[in-house]
């Protein structure tokens, strides 16, 4: 692949310099525009005014922390995020994607999966005319619920009225989840399966923390939920009419 002037720009954010170097390279091969840094400063000011379209995030950058990193981020822009952590790292992994990261790999990665998980990335946040008029695109999955819109292919949510959000991956993942089997409880155990496609421990309530962010984000009153209900002791269920 040959580099484009529309080639999506990546900003690699890694201080160890061996690292940060094979990422460069490995993703410049693939014809990508890619910005390199070891530290954070003025990061959010850079995406915008650099318009970046990705972020790979080293979780542990020295003086900065990965995780409000993210959170500033995600609160200043809608650009793709994948941390880069290491293999210890199980709960800031959880709640860097709680904080609103799209992905994330771990040292020492594999420089083909972050490419996959990059490209995947990537082509989820094209723009939805684009991605209907892509020759050879797969054809968009949606549910409809109680004046919904969950576009599988776009990860997006939207209302009748307009709104419309990009669903971080734990929340998308979750809500899908639940959409595709209507009125049937689901245990937590199950939610977890279908969330990390990576190991779990027994005592993570992420699961618990994004259906109370589905809930804001729905409009679903927690004290007397209508869509989400939960089955306690067991789990919880999907009560809207969902159309395909």
Not at 178 to 191: A, C, E, F, K, N
Request: hydrophobic residues 35%; glycine residues 6%; charged residues 30%.
């Amino acid at each position: 692949m040959t580099q484009t002037q529309n080639a999506a720009h990546i900003l690699v954010v890694e201080d160890d310099f061996a690292s940060r170097s094979l990422l460069v390279s490995y993703l410049e091969k693939e014809g990508y525009r890619v910005s390199e840094t070891d530290q954070a400063d003025d990061l959010c000011s850079r995406v915008k005014t650099e318009q970046i379209d990705l972020v790979l995030l080293d979780i542990n950058l020295p003086g900065r922390d990965g995780l409000t990193l993210t959170r500033e981020l995600r609160a200043a822009s809608r650009v793709g995020i994948i941390l880069v952590t290491s293999k210890g790292d199980d709960i800031d992994r959880i709640v860097g994607l709680e904080m609103g990261a799209d992905d994330y790999v771990t040292k020492p990665f594999n420089p083909r999966e972050l490419l996959v998980r990059a490209k995947n990335l990537l082509w989820r946040m094209l723009p939805a005319d684009t991605v209907q008029s892509a020759p050879g695109s797969p054809s968009r999955a949606c549910w409809y619920f109680e004046g919904w819109e969950l576009d599988a292919y776009k990860r997006q949510l939207r209302h009748a009225d307009g709104q419309n959000e990009r669903l971080p991956e734990g929340e998308f993942k979750l809500l899908k989840t639940l959409v595709t089997h209507p009125g049937q409880v689901m245990s937590r155990d199950q939610l977890m399966d279908a969330i990390h496609d990576r190991e779990w421990t027994p005592n993570d309530r992420s699961v618990d923390v994004l259906i109370g962010r589905l809930r804001r984000k729905l409009g679903d009153n927690p004290s007397d939920p209508q869509l989400i209900l939960t089955a306690h002791g067991a789990g919880y269920m999907f009560a809207g009419d969902v159309k395909r």
